[in-house]
């Protein structure tokens, strides 16, 4: 086991919360049912469940597992959480438009931590990155960001909401197709239709009157942050979408992302 240098994390802390991660990712908390994901909060009925989240072998949880494995002769104490960066901690600052109330603050980053605690946080790995290559962080941090500003948003954004034999309004899960995550963004912005007055973006056919401004202050939101983010990569932000939405009670349902809807070289090769 790798031992990491450096006091307590600020996402990480004691090995204790190392340990209660352990559990959460390592199958003692039941799996959300997976299948075709709704758009209206209506929970699927397929019993096979969502994309797991991957443990990495020199991530905080990894070390716990181990530390915790009666025939090995490593100890907790052996074990230190990774610092959250000053990157990380830069972008997350720049969610507070999002971020409306300290207990929405607290829960984001509870989450944004047990995410960042099964990846392998060496410089250079895919989820910190390095000097050229963004890090995956940046993906979890914006779509958080919706998670926590925009809750009632976030399953439409992810698996849309799509009109009769429409293969368009899909979201950003239910695409197989490269893309830029700016682009996307852009796309969000509600656009009207003259001859029938009826609202729509990328991802949904049909905007209710009264979704169409809380779409617009997400666009405008995620610009502003976008001024600070490197990742541009569409597939990337498919990929951990619902890893996000899984950690959502509001939107347990909506966690529901069939393997179908993630790139097939991600799917089964654990980059989630």
Known sequence: MRTRSGGPGVAGGAPAAGQARAAGLNGSTPPIPTGTAPTDGAVGSSASAAPATRLEEHSEVADVIAATDATTSQTLAQVSATPVTKRELDLLRELS????????????????GLLRSARDLTQGQQFLGGANQPGDYQAVIQLLGVLAGAPQLLGVLLWGRPADDDLVHVGLCGSRDPGSWAA??????????????????????VLAPDEVEAWRELVEQLQDVRRHVQLDDLARYRVWGPQV??????????????DRSLPQSLVGSGSA
Not at 97 to 112: D, M
């Open 97 to 112: 438009p999002l971020v409306r109330t300290p207990r929405a603050a607290t829960r984001l980053f509870n989450i944004y």
């Open 184 to 205: 996307f963004v852009d796309a969000l912005k509600p656009v009207s239709d003259p001859a029938t007055a009826q609202w729509s973006n990328n991802v949904a056919a």
């Open 245 to 258: 939405a899984r950690f959502s009670f509001l939107l347990s349902a909506f966690a529901q992302a069939d």
